[in-house]
């Protein structure tokens, strides 16, 4: 009588087919839900709001500390002082900095405004009232200390600031005596004055009164309109 040898008795388990084997794998895995997914690189915050949720009143009393702000003027300066041939290209790329910025504040401020106030000025008056007052206070917490026009040019108007903040944390070392940072508020200032189609150059001048006088970091901003808006200016259109 034959015998059946033991591996004979049982047969062997065969492989599962690979595709089964994946399918089955997949069937064990929780499923994760779409909200818990997030791309590569995207990072948002829990309640699903960025900042482009949020208000644009919702922000309007909020000021920035003097230390971070001190801090951040100062790299800008360090910054846009690489590379430059003297004090004038440093202050043109400082204007130039500053540009962008007005462009941008200025429908932000008329957005922020009450209706009525709400009124894009056209003339100069009204534009140096609403760089002097509205812009001042929303970059420095209070208004410019004066307003001036040229006794002998109609194309010149000036604005002081008896104590620009951002001259505070600077220090200016002797060789370049004459460096005046004030000329990214300068840089503001033309973006404003561009944004509402009155053009014209603004550049940032010493006016102090000397280390003894009463305000030895007075600065004047000097404003260049074109001719063709003291032209219409004129005209009354």
Known sequence: MTTIAPSQAAPKSLPLPTALQQQQSTQRTPTQHPQQQQHAGLRTPSNRKTIFDRNLNRTRTAELSRASFAYLFGEMVTYAQK????IQDLERRLNEAGYPLGQRLLPLLL???????????????PLLQFIAHPLWRHLFSRSADAIESSATNPHEYM????????NQYISVPKEMGNLNCAAFVAGIIEGVCCGVGLRGEVSAHNAGEGEG????G?????????????MREGSGK
């Open 83 to 86: 590379k430059v041939t003297g």
């Open 111 to 125: 957005h922020r405004t009450p209706p009525p106030q709400a009124v894009r000025p056209t003339r100069i008056l």
């Open 159 to 166: 604005i002081s600031d008896n104590e620009p903040l951002v």
């Open 218 to 230: 007075k600065t004047v901003f000097l404003i260049r309109f074109e001719e063709e808006v003291v």
């Open 213 to 216: 006088g009463m305000w030895p």
